[in-house]
Structures are given as structure tokens and as C-alpha cells.
């Protein structure tokens, strides 16, 4: 029920976009590139300097399959990924703190993220729900895996990896995600035995996609930034975890001291939430994971493209709803003793609650 319920809402919060038209590349651009090419040549050529050809293949699908760019079509691609995404959001926050509150709830924070809003109104930013979706499955099959013992859920990831990379280059990540979940949840003793773990064998498939990439031709390329100009790409990423605070205060995103300590408050009030909690660990891979999908656009992407593409926090947006279903949860957990303060901190877990859920909901 708490599925049906939160991917209801993440669906009926974004219906209006079946009805949008075409925003910027759609369909022209790289989707006239497309066109021109055959099935195999969207594997072995690229329209600039990235190479996603799983979002060509399921664009030039829909365009076989509804003879033309028929605008409903497309845009339901990228809803249904969200709502995919919202659901598998809930079940692996529910495995990762054993709490299916905090996993449900943090699904309803993903579901009503403000800065979502490109990412599935648009389809030429479907990369980055498809990208989520399966690094989402790949999370959630591994954390079942490692649980549970079953080889299939830990083989599974293999595939998933793969689609992952083939819709966008950031899937590189994944792997390396993976490692973070297996030292947070599972530490080993020794360097020794963390040599001998399967999770090692993942980063073999990332490898051979980077020869594959190097073999692909490319009309560009994009190359690294200098070490100065990365802490000022930070800024925007910065906003991601602090954005239930921004209403409040209304910073912009260039008012870097107050962000900072926006930044570090709600890092601290997160933390008490999940010592608290007990959910300390959850806490700690929520942080790895938006520090870690970020690490790729900081290097590569131009600050006018950072600043003004939200589509770029959509996976971020994952971490921060992990972060921050602790505090209303914390809160209800203090709802202990007599019938009046029983009333109080549940009434207070609520509102909070409502705080984080209903002001992006605008957006």
C-alpha cells in the first residue's frame, strides 16, 4: 500500500507534463541526429562528446512505434521512470535502516524534490531518471544480495550496470557506490578481505566500457576543469542538501557563506536525527552517495550549465531524501510517556513532515 500510495502522489504531482509540448533539444538537435543513423550505428557513433545510446534506442522506438514525435508519448517515459524510481527509492530505504517508515518517507521527500522538475517534464533529460532508475535496481539488488546470501540478486547487478552505462557516462559511479554500501554496511576486517569480496568483480564491467567508449568516435570532448574552479562548481550541489532550509532563509546560490552554514546545519541536525535513530549508517551513504554523483559534473561541466540545470541533481536528490526523513521519524520516536507529550512530539513529527514535503510541491 505504501508503494501504490507514494508513487500515486509522484505520478499525479508531474501528470500535467504528458500534456507539455517539446522543450529545447526535443525533437530537433540530437534527436535529428538520431534519425539519420541506423540501430547499430546509435552503439558505435555519437552526435558530440557523449555516447548514451540506450536513450536513443527508446526514443527511436517511440518514434517507430507512434510515427512521429508525438509529445504525450515521450513525456511518459520520463513520469514513469520517476514513479519507478519514487517506489525502489521506498524499498531500498526501508532495507538500509530495517525502518519502513523512514524508507516511505523518504520516498515522499524524492517524490516532491523541487529541483526535479527538468529531469521528468523534459524528455531531452531523460538520461538522468533512466540513469537513477537503474542505479536505484542495481542498490536494491545488491543490499537483497548481500542480506540474503542469493547469488542471483548479486549476478543481477552486472546486467543492470550495463544498461546504467549505456544511458549515460555518470554510471561509472556505480560500482564504486557499490563499494561504499559494502564498507559502510559490511566492514572488513582487513585489506586482505576486502580483496576477496565479490563487489571488487563490478569495477571489470566499467573498464571495459572505458575501452569501448575510447574505440566510439566523438565530434568533441569535454576536458577536466583546473583544481581552482571546482569549489565554486560546488555551489549548486550544496543546495541539494540543504534545500528544505532554503524557503526559510532565501539564499541564492552565489551566497556561498550562508550556504555553507546552511549546509553545515543541516548536516548536524541530520546526524542527532540519525544517532538517534539508529540509523547512522544510512546517514553516512546518503552523504557518500552526493558527493559521489556529483564528483563528474564538478569536473566537466561549465558553471552557466550547473547553475541553471537542475536535471543535473536529480540522482543527488536520492541522498538527500535519505538524509532527511531522519528528523520527523527522530521526532516521533520521542513520542514516549504521558498522553499530552505523546500528542505534542507526534503533532510535531507531522508538521515537520509536512515542513519538507508541501513547499516544494509548487515547483
Not at 548514451?52 to 527511436?60: D, E, W
Not at 546470501?149 to 550496470?161: D, E, F, K
Amino acid at each position: 500500500m505504501s508503494a501504490v500510495a507514494v508513487g500515486s502522489l509522484a505520478a499525479l504531482l508531474y501528470m500535467r507534463t504528458i500534456d507539455f509540448g517539446f522543450f529545447g533539444d526535443d525533437p530537433t538537435g540530437q534527436f535529428r541526429w538520431m534519425e539519420g543513423v541506423s540501430w547499430i550505428e546509435l552503439f558505435t557513433l555519437s552526435p558530440g562528446f557523449i555516447l548514451r545510446p540506450l536513450v536513443f534506442v527508446i526514443s527511436k522506438l517511440l518514434l517507430l512505434i507512434r510515427g512521429g514525435y508525438d509529445a504525450p508519448a515521450f513525456h511518459l517515459v520520463p513520469l514513469g521512470l520517476h514513479v519507478a524510481n519514487t517506489v525502489l527509492l521506498g524499498v531500498l530505504g526501508s532495507a538500509l535502516s530495517r525502518r519502513r517508515a523512514f524508507g516511505w518517507l523518504a520516498a515522499l521527500l524524492f517524490a516532491t524534490f523541487p529541483l526535479s522538475h527538468e529531469a521528468v517534464a523534459e524528455f531531452d533529460a531523460l538520461a538522468h531518471p533512466l540513469l537513477a532508475f537503474w542505479v536505484l535496481l542495481a542498490l536494491v539488488c545488491f543490499e537483497r544480495g548481500r542480506r540474503s546470501g542469493s547469488r542471483y540478486y548479486l549476478w543481477a547487478v552486472y546486467p543492470i550496470m550495463v544498461l546504467a552505462l549505456l544511458s549515460h557516462e555518470n554510471g561509472l559511479v556505480l560500482p564504486v557506490l557499490l563499494l561504499g554500501m559494502e564498507l559502510i554496511y559490511y566492514p572488513p576486517h582487513s585489506v586482505r578481505e576486502l580483496a576477496r569480496r565479490p563487489v571488487l568483480h563490478y569495477f571489470a564491467v566499467p573498464a571495459l566500457y572505458l575501452v569501448w567508449w575510447l574505440w566510439v568516435p566523438k565530434a568533441a570532448t569535454s576536458t577536466p576543469h583546473s583544481l581552482s574552479a571546482i569549489p565554486h562548481n560546488t555551489l549548486p550541489f550544496l543546495q541539494v542538501v540543504a534545500y528544505p532550509l532554503l524557503p526559510i532563509v532565501k539564499l541564492n546560490v552565489t551566497q556561498w557563506g550562508g550556504l555553507l552554514a546552511l549546509v553545515v546545519a543541516s548536516l548536524v541536525l541530520t546526524y542527532l536525527a540519525a544517532r538517534f535513530l539508529n540509523t547512522l549508517r544510512v546517514w553516512l551513504f546518503a552523504i557518500f552517495l552526493m558527493a559521489l554523483v556529483s564528483i563528474p559534473s564538478l569536473l566537466f561541466l561549465d558553471w552557466d550549465y550547473l547553475h541553471g540545470g537542475p536535471r543535473l541533481y536529480y540522482l543527488g536528490s536520492v541522498g538527500a531524501a535519505l538524509l532527511w526523513a531522519a528528523p520527523p521519524l527522530a521526532l516521533y520516536a520521542l513520542a514516549r510517556g504521558t498522553v499530552v507529550r505523546r500528542a505534542v512530539m507526534t503533532g510535531a513529527a507531522i508538521l515537520l513532515a509536512l515542513a519538507l514535503v508541501l513547499p516544494p510541491i509548487p515547483f
